[in-house]
């Protein structure tokens, strides 16, 4: 453990802590954050009322709509002189959202990384990759930064360039890995490609995350890259990665529950479900200065694990994420929202504005086919002006979406159409679909 | 110029036995057919006796049906017939898309049916060079 006199915490002190450190953040941004104060007053609850962790529940939650109304730093409880960095989400839904930190943020934001590296079992005689991008998104930076808080080497490769990653990787004697998990096995793969079984190298744990994956994976990553791989969660709005990682136990993932308090609730009700089932996971800040955010709905699906962990950590522990309760998809890394394509389709003449998403595995990397359906009095019957459309949507799609697709042009009314929720997304990225 | 059927049809199995198949049971006679492929899709071509009545039948049955504006001329059925029309349209500099033919039942001459990107300049150009263009009525009924 990285910081055990945290970690191991007993439960009622750390609950003690928790409670302080929320009355504090309350009264912070009451006073500071004009959102808040609005919404506390239309829910008739003053800092002052919240007299327990059950008091929680009396307050408003906070949702990514609230943070792009309040584009680029309407939300932040700091003044600007304070704020010393801010990242945005890579979420492409109409606004960005912008997230500030402090010192003390950037800080705080380290010692977590640390705990995290540490919890896939990293020391100060590493030899840490960050793979994961660097600039506005919070992967690459927030590694970053762990990795030289605990003393590690630290190679700030970012994404991309796989067969240099390759030849770093080995050359440098890299002994951990921070990517996405399709990247990571990507690496892998180009390596064997390469003629470099990674498995020789002295290579031995990865934490990944920023896209959702699956324990089949895990396995396929632990056995092509000869490796522990950890997972590890994190969102910009709540702090980055940071907020939640595996120990090498691998049945979980621990909260930071001194800086985050987590809530499960019924994503219908809105009411907090009891330890062990399923719902909405909802985050409160306790310890941010530029942006704490109260009762942050994730839309991500997970529950909390029921009893204590082996490895002596006494923070809670929340299950891999299964799902979204909206339609965000997130395609090698980045936040795709269905959506988006309709907006782009009704600009373009020769198609209707009816799509489906269709998600598979090329390889290890997700690709994604978007089915178009041609409009039905189409003008035009060449080829070529047909093959042009279809590259004209390509394009418009993919620069609306910040990812590269495929475009398939289909029949008019061929897609299906349904009463209530159309099946605009087919992801067959788990079931070994490939395209 | 004469109307054509275009369709636009994905290329799964079966899905052209379903066209012809509609315009069968509307009566529909077909004179040429004439397909074009990619791997994904394909274009129908159609000429047939009631192009209008098509494109309604079609689009009722879901596919995406429309009228296209075509040149038909009219060459004699020998070697060398649809060259004269071709050198005619490129001696001007007009770009062919596509083309194709079929031949007259009476079977003294062949119709070569042209998409072209100028078709005013490109009728002009046939009747200078002496190439009769085929009537809209001897091909179908004006509906």
């Known amino acids: 453990?990285?910081?055990?006199?945290?970690?191991?915490?007993?439960r009622s002190r750390l609950e003690a802590l928790q409670l302080?450190?929320?009355?504090?953040?309350?009264?912070?941004?009451y006073a500071s954050v004009p959102l808040y104060t609005?919404?506390?007053?239309?829910?008739?609850?003053?800092?002052?009322?919240?007299?327990?962790?059950?008091?929680?529940?009396?307050?408003?939650?906070?949702?990514?709509?609230?943070?792009?109304?309040?584009?680029?730093?309407?939300?932040?409880?700091?003044?600007?002189?304070?704020?010393?960095?801010?990242?945005?989400?890579?979420?492409?839904?109409?606004?960005i959202t912008v997230v500030g930190y402090t010192k003390g943020d950037i800080d705080r934001w380290a010692d977590l990384m640390a705990r995290t590296l540490v919890c896939a079992g990293a020391t100060p005689d590493d030899v840490i990759q960050v793979s994961y991008g660097y600039g506005l998104f919070t992967g690459g930076l927030g590694v970053h930064y762990g990795s030289e808080r605990l003393g590690a080497?630290?190679?700030?490769?970012?994404?991309?360039?796989?067969?240099?990653?390759?030849?770093?990787?080995?050359?440098?004697?890299?002994?951990?890995?921070?990517?996405?998990?399709?990247?990571?096995?990507?690496?892998?793969?180009?390596?064997?490609?390469m003629g470099i079984d990674p498995r020789e190298l002295p290579l031995r744990f990865g934490v990944f995350g920023a896209e959702p994956w699956s324990e089949n994976m895990r396995r396929q990553i632990e056995e092509t890259l000869g490796i522990v791989a950890i997972d590890i969660y994190g969102l910009s709005e709540v702090l980055g990665p940071g907020v939640a990682s595996e120990c090498l136990h691998k049945n979980g993932l621990h909260v930071n529950e001194d800086h985050f308090?987590?809530?499960?609730?019924?994503?219908?009700?809105?009411?907090?479900?009891?330890?062990?089932e399923q719902g909405e996971v909802v985050f409160t800040t306790i310890t941010k200065e530029g942006i704490p955010v109260i009762r942050y709905r994730t839309r991500d699906i997970s529950r909390i694990v029921p009893g204590e962990c082996a490895c002596g950590r006494t923070f809670r522990r929340m299950e891999r994420v299964s799902g979204r309760t909206d339609d965000m998809l997130i395609i090698r890394g980045v936040n795709v929202f269905p959506s988006q394509i309709e907006q782009v389709l009704t600009g373009i003449p020769g198609v209707a504005p009816h799509y489906q998403v269709v998600l598979t595995k090329r390889g290890v990397m997700?690709?994604?086919?978007?089915?178009?359906?041609?409009?039905?009095?189409?003008?035009?019957?060449?080829?070529?002006?047909?093959?042009?459309?279809?590259?004209?949507?390509?394009?418009?799609?993919?620069?609306?979406?910040?990812?590269?697709?495929?475009?398939?042009?289909?029949?008019?009314?061929?897609?299906?159409?349904?009463?209530?929720?159309?099946?605009?997304?087919?992801?067959?990225?788990?079931?070994?679909?490939?395209? | 110029m004469v109307e054509q059927v275009s369709v636009f049809l994905e290329n799964t199995a079966g899905r052209l036995a379903e066209l012809t198949r509609v315009l069968g049971d509307a009566g529909i006679n077909m004179r040429a057919l004439m397909v074009a492929d990619t791997s994904e899709f394909g274009v129908v071509r159609i000429i047939c006796d009631m192009p209008r009545r098509a494109v309604q039948v079609l689009d009722d049955a879901g596919f995406g049906a429309s009228i296209a504006e075509v040149l038909a001329v009219e060459v004699p059925d020998r070697p060398g017939g649809l060259a004269d029309v071709l050198e005619a349209l490129q001696a001007e500099g007009i770009n062919v898309e596509y083309a194709y033919c079929f031949v007259e039942p009476s079977g003294d001459k062949a119709v070569d049916i042209l998409r072209v990107d100028e078709p005013e300049r490109a009728r002009q150009a046939l009747e200078r060079a002496g190439v009769a263009l085929a009537e809209a009525s001897t091909l179908y009924e004006l509906d």
């Open chain 1, 1 to 10: 453990m990285y910081q055990p006199e945290f970690e191991a915490m007993e």
């Open chain 1, 261 to 276: 308090i987590v809530e499960i609730i019924d994503p219908e009700t809105l009411e907090p479900v009891p330890d062990g």
């Open chain 1, 153 to 193: 080497t630290t190679i700030p490769i970012s994404g991309g360039n796989t067969k240099r990653q390759v030849q770093i990787l080995k050359d440098f004697g890299v002994t951990g890995l921070g990517a996405t998990p399709s990247y990571a096995l990507l690496i892998g793969e180009t390596a064997l490609e």
């Open chain 1, 366 to 435: 997700d690709h994604v086919e978007v089915h178009v359906e041609v409009a039905p009095d189409i003008a035009f019957d060449e080829v070529k002006a047909l093959e042009a459309l279809r590259r004209t949507v390509a394009q418009e799609i993919a620069s609306a979406l910040a990812i590269s697709i495929d475009v398939k042009l289909v029949e008019p009314k061929s897609i299906q159409r349904s009463e209530g929720k159309a099946k605009r997304v087919l992801d067959l990225r788990n079931e070994g679909g490939t395209a």
């Open chain 1, 38 to 95: 609005r919404k506390f007053d239309e829910a008739g609850v003053k800092p002052g009322d919240v007299q327990s962790l059950d008091d929680l529940r009396r307050l408003p939650f906070t949702v990514k709509d609230d943070l792009r109304a309040a584009y680029p730093y309407g939300m932040f409880a700091a003044p600007l002189r304070d704020i010393v960095r801010v990242h945005a989400s890579s979420g492409t839904t109409g606004q």
């Open chain 1, 20 to 29: 302080e450190r929320l009355r504090d953040t309350l009264e912070r941004v």
